[in-house]
């Protein structure tokens, strides 16, 4: 087998850098007098997009100050900038806007993390991760678990509160495993899952269960889904992964066997690649890697290649 550093590059979003002031959020259930502040910074999140600039460095976000109005938004209190200014995001839902609140002639188009999130700057991946994340939690989190009554957002909109038993809950993150495994030949395996189009493969993945560990879920979920036992698990990189709320722990594998199993109902087609393959399959659209750098799925495999797949 070829040797290849342990850990994978700092992949986009898991680069990004955020001063969260989490000690602020106690004194923050209304953020009405943060919005208030002229010095505050308001990201707009409508349908997982956000408005962004188009500038000669590249997009960047396009933060604005607070609005009458913004409090009926559900603000999420995200940090504070380099100058200690309050950052909050707008993170309510509300399917029926498109556009920003008050029309300007510098108004941004909005654009989605998918979109974007490889090209902006550290923090403001940071600002847009962490915004995304807490706008898909509050959309499916507004009743308390345990009975049943409306939760109400709290403690800068990093939890919420039933207002009926006084129960709090916080936001989820669900983490899943995604591996790049080798055979004895160092041949990378890829497989298509059963709802994706013809010609795109990628690693395996899958989410942890409970009362596993990283590497036990890895060694899971390789065998269910193609039959193959691996072995040497090692964990080389993560990332935040908010769609909705999951943190992907990337890790490389050997196999002990190249025969495979599929599992009918999740993995459609698998195959093993060598690296000179590579080239043609590219070409004859067999294998289709995705066309950005955002995910660490494309990480792992270049990482495994040796150098990049996309132009």
């Known amino acids: 087998m070829s040797t290849r550093p342990h850990r994978l590059p700092l992949v986009p979003l898991g680069r990004a850098v955020l001063d969260r002031a989490a000690e602020r959020r106690a004194d923050l259930d209304d953020l009405g007098e ?11 999140v409508v349908d997982s997009h956000c408005p962004v600039l188009d500038t000669q460095e590249g997009p960047r976000l396009q933060l604005r100050a607070g ?6 938004r559900l603000p999420v209190f995200l940090g504070v900038d380099d100058e200690r200014h309050a950052v909050v995001a707008l993170v309510g839902v509300m399917s029926e ?6 029309e300007t002639p510098d108004a941004a188009p909005w654009r989605t993390l ?15 991760t962490t915004a995304l994340a807490l706008h898909h939690w509050h959309g499916t989190h507004g009743h308390c678990p345990r009975c049943g009554h409306p939760t109400v957002p709290a403690r800068g909109g990093w939890v919420r509160r039933c207002e009926r038993d006084g129960s709090e809950h916080h936001p989820r993150t669900d983490p899943a495993v995604i591996m790049a495994v080798v055979d004895d030949a160092d041949r990378l395996l890829l497989a298509r899952n059963v709802g994706w189009p013809q010609g795109r493969f990628s690693v395996l993945a899958g989410f942890v269960e409970p009362g596993e560990t990283l590497a036990q879920a890895v060694e899971r979920e390789v065998l269910e889904e193609v039959g193959v036992r691996v072995t040497d698990v090692q964990h080389v990189g993560d990332q935040p992964w908010p769609f909705p709320n999951s943190l992907m722990f990337g890790h490389t594998a050997r196999a002990l066997g190249a025969d495979l199993t599929l599992q009918e109902d999740e993995i459609a087609e698998a195959m093993w690649v060598a690296r000179d393959d590579v080239p043609r399959l590219v070409e004859q659209g067999i294998w289709i890697p995705t066309r950005s750098r955002l995910s660490i799925s494309t990480h792992l495999m270049e990482h495994w290649y040796g150098g990049p797949l996309l132009p």
């Open 34 to 44: 943060l919005l208030a502040d002229p010095d505050t910074r308001v990201l707009e």
């Open 114 to 128: 998918r979109e974007v999130g490889e090209h902006l700057p550290d923090a403001e991946v940071a600002l847009m």
């Open 67 to 72: 609005r009458p109005g913004d409090s009926a």
């Open 97 to 102: 806007v498109v556009t920003p609140a008050v």
